[in-house]
């Protein structure tokens, strides 16, 4: 009898240690399946970002001239984003506002996300939206030999540049902001004001994000008289501080053009005076990006090896090129020919 009673409960042992083992591969297996899920989600969002995390040392634009006044402005940028200020760079186009934007962004130190503004843009572009539903089984042994699948069906959230950046303390630049419609930009009045970020058609407890401390913004946009641009709403500017941007001084010019082309010292100050001069004489707008253009054009057609002045004509041909996008006409071009040739 003490045999039977012994082997009963060694049957009786072995079953409860089977049943436990079940049960704890059924939560592992429940566990690993909430993990890897959650992983994927996390890859895909990071691919699914508009935006995606950069190290601040790849977004510096090459190459990147430094001097005295673009170290000042970059110094100003940053003396605000350590007050905790959003910056809102102001200039006219091709006057390098992207560059210094991304410049100061990098000297942070932290992540980095980029995202430009156009009409497309609108509140889920910059925190996210729905992509689809995700389909996984659920393989539930609840009894010994008996298999239960379930078919599950969970909807995909892809965070985009803003819930990227707010969650983990990066540098938000988002250029030609103004471009967009102003109404995407209502869910920055909370992260700004509140540091809380918002994120509509997100269903459940994780609806808002509570802002990272490092999370810092960097707004550039051209002024509001340019086509396509949208004046932003009083409540925003109220949130962040201007920082105008104008064209830089003729030495940093000189140096930004060089750093672009390779033509001679006396070929690029030939160019940049040129440059600052139809500035100062045209309607249209003659930034340091037509300097650069123009010296490429100039180190083609003239050559790159050649220490003698450039040609008027030349010089006229080159900058006709380079300005004549920005009329309408043929006869426009005639006219905006004629002024850049009594100008030079």
Known sequence: MANDSSSRERKVRGKKIRSDREAKERRRAKK??????????????????????????DVVPEPFVSTEQIEGLQNRINGWLDADQPVHLIGPTGCGKTALALSAAAQRGRPVVFINGDEAVDTAALVGQHAGGERYKEDDRYVSGVHKQTEVVRERWVDNPLSVAAREGATLVYNEFSRSNPVAHNVLLSVFEEGVLERPGKRGDDRQIDVHPEFRAILTSNSVEYAGVHEPQDALLDRVVGVNVDFYDEETEREIVGAHVDLSPDRIEQIVAATRALREQLDVVVGTRAAITAAKGIAIFDGSDGDDDIE?????????????????GEGDVKDLRNDIESTL
Request: charged content about 25%; hydrophobic content about 30%.
């Open 32 to 57: 690993n399946l909430s993990t890897n899920g959650q992983k994927r989600a996390q890859s895909q969002n990071q691919r699914g970002a508009d935006g995606p995390l950069s190290d601040p040392s």
């Open 312 to 328: 008027a004509d030349r010089l006229v041909d080159v900058f006709t090129d380079v300005l004549s996008p920005k009329v309408v």
